[in-house]
C-alpha cells in the first residue's frame, strides 16, 4: 500500500491491530484483530488475522474471554481481498476514486449475495500521526427482502472500516442485536502510530479482564516496579507451568512453558517500553494473574 506522503507498506504489517467495539442485547464486547501468520492459499501470499474477544456481561456484570475464528486477508494494487469459502472476495478498495463502483464480498452482506455493491461518494486526505493517508465515503447498497438499503461508511487507507465492523457488518445482513458489529475504537501500528477513533481512549486491550483469578500463589516476582530485569520465582518447580506476558494492549511480549527444573526464572526487561503488563502463569493447582511495572529511569530525559 502506497500512501499519499510516500512510503510503503502492506496490509495487516505485524505489529498493526485494529479494535472493533460491539453492542449486543444483554452484553457489550472489544475485537481485537491482529496479524497471526501468513499463509499460501490459491498460490497467494496471504496473512491470518486473528480475532480475540472480550466480553462484558451487563446482567452477570462478568467479563469473558474467547477467540473467535480467523480471517485471510492478501493485498494486492490497493486492493485488500478476503477469503470467502473457496475464493477471494474485495474486502477494501482502497486506490478507487470518487464515483467508481464495485461489488463487495457476500461476507459482508449474505441477505444480498454476489448483488451488493459500493460507490466511492468522495474522497481526501487525513493526516494522522504526521502521516498523509486517504480517506473515501463509500456507500454500500444491498438489498433484504424486496428492499433496498444504503449504509455509509468511512474507509481510511491502511486502517480500513471506522463506522462499521466488518466481518461480518450485520447491519448489512438485517440483525438488531449488535452481533458482531461496531465502530473502530482504535487502530495500531509501529509506523504509524496510534489512530484514536472518536477519541475512544489509549488502544488498549486488556485481556487480563476475562481471565478468571484462583487464589493461589503459584508465583513472586520481584522487582517491583522493575527496571533491566524481573526475576520470577516458582512454588511449584516440577510442574508444568505455563507463563504468558502480555503488553497493555493485549499483545504476548514472552511465552515460557516447560517443566522447570529450577524455581526462578530471570527475564531481561531492558528493551521493553515504560507501562504496565500482565503476567498469567497457569498449572495443576491453579492459575495467577499479576500485574508487572516497568520503568527505566536512567533513559529519561
Known sequence: MISIN????SWNPKSAYWIYGAGYMSSSADIRLSYLRDTLIKGQNCQIIKKDVIHYDYINKKYSYNVWDNEVTYFNSGVTYILNNDKFDTLYFFSAKKNDKYKITSKLSWHSGDSAYAVVVDTGQILINSFKLKWLAIDYNFKLGSSNYKLRDTIIEKIGATKYYYLPWDFINGMVDGNQGGSLKCFHDSLIGIYNNYNSGDCNFDI???????????????????????????????????ILIYSASGQIIESIKSNFDKNEIIINTSSWRDGIYLLVIKNKFG???EKIIITHPNTRS
Open 6 to 9: 510516500g512510503f510503503s507498506q
Open 208 to 242: 487480563s479482564l476475562g481471565i478468571p483469578i484462583i487464589e493461589s500463589i503459584l508465583v513472586n516476582i520481584f522487582p517491583i516496579p522493575a527496571d533491566k530485569k524481573i526475576s520470577i520465582t516458582l512454588k511449584n518447580k516440577q510442574v508444568d507451568n505455563s
Open 287 to 289: 492459575l495467577q494473574k
